[in-house]
T-cell receptor, first 115, second 114 residues
Framework: EAGVAQSPRYKIIEKRQSVAFWCNPI?????LYWYQQILGQGPKLLIQ????????DSQLPKDRFSAERLKGVDSTLKIQPAKLEDSAVYLC?????????????FGSGTRLTVV | AQSVTQPDIHITVSEGASLELRCNYS??????LFWYVQSPGQGLQLLLK??????LVQGIKGFEAEFKRSQSSFNLRKPSVHWSDAAEYFC????????????FGKGTTLSVSS
């Protein structure tokens, strides 16, 4: 089966600019996750979708980050305006359903550098 | 709230030597436990997982992990390390509640010397 697709792979922007990341999960996977991985740290959950509804966005900086999952398939994560501390790898993952007992499949991530 | 601690930031092991990466978790009950590996520029790949039953679990690439309830630990082991095992390893915890996502440790970077 095809994996989780993410684009772009790399992005360099200046602070205060906006950026968007795209994720296409595995077909049939109901749950989609966006994680932020800062250099030297483990992935931190930003937002979790179940189909096209938000399950958990408690750690999403909502003043600058937004995410949507239209039609319960693809998802986009947007940052506007970006700050230097947003430099990180943004990982998208999907699972068959919403439970830790379902395996997560991760994409290769988008590496964002804010200068 | 649950948490995961990986005490070792960086470990260097000689090729052919054994490996043990430590993971401790904090949670009121037995969680789901996972080990993932991340090679440079890649996403996370699942090595193994523990849900219940036999406390010694086997994974891919010759890795195994042992769940010890009394120590709240889930250490990853490999009897003989290969140079291709050099990567970053993450321990993760999942609670037995629908809708709760995995929580990851900060990771341990493994270097393999020849």
């Amino acid at each position: 089966e095809a994996g989780v697709a993410q684009s772009p792979r790399y992005k360099i922007i200046e602070k205060r600019q906006s950026v968007a990341f795209w994720c296409n999960p595995i077909s049939g996977h109901a749950t989609l996750y966006w994680y932020q991985q800062i250099l030297g740290q483990g992935p931190k959950l930003l937002i979790q979708f179940q189909n096209n509804g938000v399950v958990d966005d408690s750690q999403l900086p909502k003043d600058r980050f937004s995410a949507e999952r239209l039609k319960g398939v693809d998802s986009t994560l947007k940052i506007q305006p970006a700050k230097l501390e947003d430099s990180a790898v943004y990982l998208c993952a999907s699972s068959l359903d919403w439970g830790a007992n379902y395996g997560y499949t991760f994409g290769s991530g988008t590496r964002l550098t804010v200068v | 709230a649950q948490s995961v601690t990986q005490p070792d930031i960086h470990i260097t092991v000689s090729e052919g030597a054994s490996l043990e990466l430590r993971c401790n978790y904090s949670y009121g009950a037995t969680p789901y436990l996972f080990w993932y590996v991340q090679s440079p520029g890649q996403g996370l790949q699942l090595l193994l997982k523990y849900f219940s039953g036999d406390t010694l679990v086997q994974g891919i690439k010759g890795f195994e992990a042992e769940f010890k309830r009394s120590q709240s630990s889930f250490n990853l082991r490999k009897p003989s390390v290969h140079w291709s095992d050099a990567a970053e390893y993450f321990c993760a915890v999942g609670v037995r509640q629908a809708g709760t996502a995995l929580i990851f440790g900060k990771g341990t970077t493994l270097s393999v010397s020849s």
